[in-house]
């Protein structure tokens, strides 16, 4: 075997923000390892060091035994490490295979090989069993495909190490399944996995062993085969006491009264005639695979979507809603699957951001009151244990998971009648899940209705009062919460009765 690569004391500080402590971290080769930790303890931070983008403040990083200190990403890449970063860095204008040789092109003497590239593609393509059209514009594809691109370029580049940044969070059960595939594969050829995820059954399945960091510093590396759920929370939190899934004790749904929302026969090329209510204060879940079009649903409720047929009734009344403004007007919220183009403008400070929806409330007469609006995102932050330094941060500064809390902190105390969360726990450590289920309850509570959907079954099980099954854009059956199990609702969702 034989360490690949060892990182030795490792510091890293952002201005006066220290981010990484102390970090001791090595792996060998053909080893798969997971890197565990809650929202913000600097997993990506620690393998962004790896990648080149950042430097370590201190310490020591050696490759096969001998002392690099990566410079840039190209440096890292060129030393046979790839990174597929959480946030993907693909091209959206350049095809399939342009963004897989990018910066390593095949070359003729001064001209692109574009020959020589296609085959090897091809090749890749053949043996780890993919397809995707090496002409396509990257834009042009599912998010979940994009994610399977930046896979095929690690695997491209051969490289012998290959970071992947929370994955799976796009893929479907069958594109999981052939992820995990190409993993025990490279395994075989002896390349070394650092798997980093929030979605523990996948880290049994596909690691052998798993570092836990927390606040910045490496609480150890466990054998799989050696621990538990419950054990990794503990350590990732270090509450010895932590429950994993709370039962739900509260029903807030005013079924006496006429629903808050009517959708009726809803209708455009990718939904079939939905229709469905939703009552004051009652939680609907929407359940069915990735690709069942949930989202494509709750998109013509926003005015994302043109409806081509149908109407949607607000409070009894017929509502036109042809544009996020006029959802927002029509007090209905989302908190949106795609966070990075809907939900966030990364180069502002975390304080904008959180005062987007509701800026009427924070003016001084005709003036925007930038102490309000910092008081209102301070609130966010400590309600739903935002990990920042300060709210005047630009919201890129932040990990992952806090950046969806901050997509979530937009709604809080808003006026709303409805408001939607799609996949809210993307990205969301254990742990951190229950701080999004009590905003769901406290809105609940106000009487709002809420559309929650999940993948992630138990959770759907968890929170919602009702639950809705999606499948092909139609909405085929509803299931009350009254005891049911996840085996109940995968039999409807594939239609085993
Ligand atoms: N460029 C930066 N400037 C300032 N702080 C930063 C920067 N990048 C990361 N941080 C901070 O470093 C800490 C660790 O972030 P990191 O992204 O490594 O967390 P993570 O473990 O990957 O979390 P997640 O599971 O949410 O993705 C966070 O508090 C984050 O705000
Ligand atoms: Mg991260």
Known sequence: MGKILEMIDIYKSFGSVSVLNRIDFSVEKGEVRALLGANGAGKSTLMKVIGGVHSQTKGRVLLNGKEINFKNPHHSKESG????????????????????????EFTNGIFVNKKAMLKEYENVCNEFDFNINPYTITSKLSIANQQMIEIMKAISANSDIIIMDEPTTSLTNNEKESLFKIISKLKSMNKTIIYISHILEEVFRVCDSASIMKNGEMIGTYKVSDLTKLKITQLMTGNENHEIIEAKDYCYARYDEDPILQAKNLRTSKVKDVSFDIYKGEIVGLAGLVGSRRTEIINILFGIDKKEGGEILLNNKKV????????????IGLIPEDRKNLGLILDHAIYTNS????????KNGIFVSKNKEIEFSEGGVESLGIKVNSVKQDVKELSGGNQQKVVVSKWL?????????????KGIDIAAKEDIFKTVEKFAKTGIG????????EEVIRISDRILVVREGAIVDELKNDGI???????????VH
């Open 81 to 104: 490490i790839s990174v597929i970063y959480q946030e993907l860095s693909l091209v959206p204008t350049l095809t399939v295979v342009e963004n897989i040789f990018l910066g390593r």
């Open 320 to 331: 036109n809603i042809a544009s996020p403004k006029e959802a927002i007007s029509n007090k």
């Open 355 to 362: 005062a987007a929806v509701q800026i009427d409330r924070f």
């Open 413 to 425: 105390e808003k006026d709303l009648d409805l408001i939607i969360y799609d996949e809210p726990t």
């Open 450 to 457: 809420v559309i929650f959907i999940s993948s992630d079954l």
């Open 485 to 495: 199990t996840v085996q109940d609702i995968m039999n409807s969702i594939f239609n």
